[in-house]
Each structure stands twice: as C-alpha cells, then as structure tokens.
C-alpha cells in the first residue's frame, strides 16, 4: 500500500488483516469486472539456481536493495531491507512493483526467473558468506574499506606517535669538564 507520507522511509509492519481475510480480499478484488492486475506467482525456490538467481539480482535489484538485500539508497524514500519478504512476497514485489520499484515482467524476468532472484534473495539476507573478519553490517566495500583505513591509520598514528615521543626526548647532555 502506498505509505501516507511520500517523504517517509518505508518500514515493514506486521499485517492488519489475517491470512484468511487477506486471501478473501484478493480473492473478491481480482473478481471485479475490469481487473487486470498480475496473478500471485507460485514460487518454487527448491530447483532455483542460486548463480542465475545472483546474476538477476546484481542487474536489477541490487542498485536499489544493495548487494546484500540490506536496502537503501534511494534520495529520501530508502528502499526497504528485503530480509523478511517471503519468496512469495518477492516474487510479487517483482510483477507488482510497489511504491518506487519498477515492475518486472516476464520479458524482463521470467517464472524460472522470479524463483532464482527469490533463492538467491534469501541466501544473501539469511545465510550471508562471510568469508571471515568483521562483517561490518554488510555495509559495502566502501565503508568496508573506509573503517580499513581509518581504523588501520589511526593505530598507525598511535604507534608512530608512541614511538616518537620515546626517541625525540633529548639525550644527556654530557656534563661540562668532565673527560
Ligand atoms: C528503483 C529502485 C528499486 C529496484 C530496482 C528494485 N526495488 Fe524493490 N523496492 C523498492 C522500493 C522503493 C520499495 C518499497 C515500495 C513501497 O512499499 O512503497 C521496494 C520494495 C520491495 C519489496 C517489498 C519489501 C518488504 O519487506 O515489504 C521486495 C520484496 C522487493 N522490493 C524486491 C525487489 C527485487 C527482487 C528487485 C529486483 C528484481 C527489486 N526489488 C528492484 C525499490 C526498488
């Protein structure tokens, strides 16, 4: 649903209605005379391909949703973090295309499509591969790169600093008449 105030970011909220209702809504909406909207896409993300599916997604949804489904980037209305949609829900996201999202049809990401981006999807909210170090809440290798630095320069400045002081204190002046 559209949220009230464009300006605001869009937060995920526990549904007003339950399963049942839901479906009855959908079910009484897509009977009425007129209706064009897509059919829910049944998602099948136990023979996805997870290679595929990360192809798709760095080509289409990355630029919005980052590389790791942690959301952002959009000048005041941040798309949201995708780790709670359901593969349903984001296989629905693509066809649909909510709010700012762009829809994507079956010229853009087919069926087998929808069920790679939708395996893919989770691999990377809930099983991220770290593969070692902090993870630095899956920012990007850009302020991955800036704590490197300046974490790294910082204890290197404290070093240098440490090991300054230590040599510039002045040495003994050797006493005067002494031989
Ligand atoms: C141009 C930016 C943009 C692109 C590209 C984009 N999205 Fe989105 N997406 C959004 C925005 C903005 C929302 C929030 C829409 C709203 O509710 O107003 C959203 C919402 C979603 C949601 C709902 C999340 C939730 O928890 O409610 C899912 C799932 C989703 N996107 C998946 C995808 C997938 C998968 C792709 C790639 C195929 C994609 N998006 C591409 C901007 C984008």
């Not at 009484?28 to 998602?43: E, H, K, M, Q, R």
């Not at 949804?61 to 829900?89: F, K, M, N, V, Y």
Request: proline residues 11%.
């Amino acid at each position: 649903m559209p949220i009230s105030k464009p300006t605001d970011a869009v937060e995920r909220h526990q549904p007003k209605y339950d399963p049942a209702t839901i479906r009855a809504l959908v079910d009484y909406v897509a009977s009425l005379p007129g209706f064009t909207g897509p059919d829910i896409p049944v998602v099948d993300i136990g023979q996805a391909s997870l290679p595929r599916g990360g192809v798709l997604y760095r080509l289409n949804c990355a630029a919005c949703h980052a590389w790791s489904g942690r959301g952002g980037a959009l000048l005041h209305r941040e798309s949201p973090p995708l780790d709670h949609a359901t593969p349903t829900q984001i296989a629905e996201a693509m066809r649909v295309g909510p709010g700012n999202m762009p829809v994507f049809g079956e010229a853009a990401v087919d069926a087998k499509g929808l069920d790679d981006v939708a395996a893919y999807t989770r691999e990377i909210t809930r099983h991220p591969a770290d593969r070692g170090g902090f993870p630095l809440w899956h920012l990007g290798p850009l302020p991955e790169g800036a704590v490197a630095v300046f974490l790294g320069l910082g204890i290197l400045l404290a070093l240098a600093r440490v090991i300054g002081t230590r040599a510039s204190e002045p040495a003994e002046a050797p006493e005067a008449g002494s031989t």
